[in-house]
């Protein structure tokens, strides 16, 4: 329901868009010195040749904090503007406070509202669903949605099946008022928290809060059975993709460019082949950034508004998947 006070001229959209990625590189080279791996087989198996890793002394919100400044650069938005600043991710800084208050002090947003949510990998298609219903309701004029996980704090560098997989990164969108003809056109967002056993790090929470023998049994990990969460991924992803498609009325090539969550090529060639799309409607960074977590698709959509893939007016199809089992995808016309 509209409450903004403009009546059908105006809806939530997205504004603008930023990220950020470390400028240290880890290659397949570089983890055949770590691992019993090979670059052969994970290019074959994920499609990822390199992956940004943070600085030892850096933490999640400094690559948010970036991603947000550059999002609002693209708005031509003040963060005094700001009405509400989320964060979306499994690395905060600390367990609390928020990461999104450490991001809203240093970006000096003095009206904003911050809180982090977590559904992992769907974490900015979870914000962004919030935001556009705040900004629909009229309740926020400008929401700062942030993804940004530093996945390498979790990965087990001793695990070759996953440590091959994680890269960090911060991707970010300000969401507010539209002409109707553009913005959010609809969201569709899940869950099974029976999947949560597939892709889980035990350690560190309330259940098995750190000692010396959750850090020595390296439970402070992600967790992560592979061909399983693959599986979900595909088809969580596809019932989503066809759930936005059906309650925007339209077909898939009405659509411009898929933004999938960026976690193994072949599960985006698994989904580009279920809908018959040409790899040019595909955004593919996992090449050079790996899985990032939340962050992967706000870092990919900015690439692609920045490099002139999806233009103002055309439509971005965004889906992703995640631990939770969390999964959602959102149509938006740019
Ligand atoms: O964003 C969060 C969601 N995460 C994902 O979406 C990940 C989804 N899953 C995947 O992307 C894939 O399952 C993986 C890339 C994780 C694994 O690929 P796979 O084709 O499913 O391989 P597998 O687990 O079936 O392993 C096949 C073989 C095994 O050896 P054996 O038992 O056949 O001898 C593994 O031990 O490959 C071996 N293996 C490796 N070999 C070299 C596993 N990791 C590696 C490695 N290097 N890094």
Not at 115 to 133: I, Q, R, V, W
Not at 165 to 184: H, I, S, W, Y
Request: with cysteine.
């Amino acid at each position: 329901m509209e409450q903004n006070g403009l009546g059908s001229k105006m809806r939530a959209g997205i504004l603008g868009t930023g990220s950020a990625l470390p400028n240290k590189v880890l290659t397949n080279q570089d983890l055949e010195k770590i691992v019993d791996t090979s670059d052969e087989w994970i290019v074959s198996r994920t499609g990822i040749r390199e992956r940004r890793i943070a600085g030892a002394t850096e933490a999640t919100s400094d690559y948010a904090l970036l991603a947000g400044q550059r999002a609002l650069a693209s708005a031509g938005i003040q963060a005094e503007d700001l009405d509400m600043i989320m964060v979306a991710t499994v690395t905060p800084d600390m367990m609390f406070p928020s990461t999104a208050s450490l991001v809203q002090d240093r970006l000096g947003a003095t009206h904003a509202a911050a809180f982090d949510l977590e559904a992992a990998c769907s974490g900015f298609m979870y914000g962004e669903f919030l935001a556009s219903g705040l900004v629909n309701s009229g309740q926020c004029k400008y929401v700062l949605v942030i993804a940004g996980d530093l996945l390498s704090r979790i990965t087990d560098y001793e695990d070759r099946s996953t440590c091959v997989l994680f890269g960090d990164g911060a991707g970010a969108a300000v969401v507010g008022l539209v002409p109707k003809e553009r913005g959010f056109l609809a969201f569709h967002l899940g869950s099974d928290g029976a999947g949560g056993k597939f892709l889980y790090m035990p350690g560190g929470g309330s259940r098995l809060p750190a000692s010396q023998e959750s850090v020595q049994s390296r439970q402070h990990f992600l967790k992560m059975e592979g061909q399983e969460t693959f599986k979900y991924a595909v088809r969580a992803m596809g019932v989503s993709v066809e759930r936005v498609l059906s309650d925007a009325h339209l077909e898939m090539t009405d659509v411009d460019l898929l933004v999938p969550h960026q976690a193994n090529v072949r599960i985006i060639e698994a989904i580009r082949q279920r809908l018959h799309l040409d790899p040019a409607k595909v955004m593919y960074t996992i090449e050079k950034y790996g899985n990032t977590s939340a962050s992967s698709i706000p870092i990919a959509l900015d690439e692609a508004v920045r490099e002139g893939k999806v233009m103002q007016g055309q439509v971005a199809l965004m889906v992703g998947f995640g631990a939770g089992m969390t999964w959602g995808a959102v149509l938006v016309r740019m």
